[in-house]
């Protein structure tokens, strides 16, 4: 196994475990995405030293952009959490994941052009699978 795909088993777990840890944790929604960021923030800091000089490279407008949506994303995650109940949080986790995989096919589909007959039984199954782990 290649490393990306380590890598990508590493962050759907660590995707997987933090929210519901932190939900756990007694924060309201939004202190739980401050404390979050700030503590990601303190953790990422020393890796991300050594790129710094690819700052003047960045295109801001979409970073700025990506930025906001991930905030927006974490806050609506967490005040999900925070309402959610052990018995319906699995629902809605399986909800935003086939959700949070159609947005990068859907982009694919558009930068490559069409949508083929096996994107679309996927996204079939994907629905059928959401709502089969939502009962």
Known sequence: MDNSKVMALVAGLCFGIWPLMMARGGLSGNVASLVFAT???????????????????AKWMIVICAGIIGA??????NGMLLKSTPANVSSLFVTMVVVQIAVP???QMFMVGGVTMTKAVGFGFAIVAAILLSL
């Open 105 to 107: 096919v859907i982009y």
């Open 39 to 57: 503590i990601s923030m303190i953790f990422i800091i020393p890796f991300a030293v050594g790129s710094l000089s690819g700052l003047a490279q």
């Open 72 to 77: 927006v994303g974490l806050l609506s995650l």
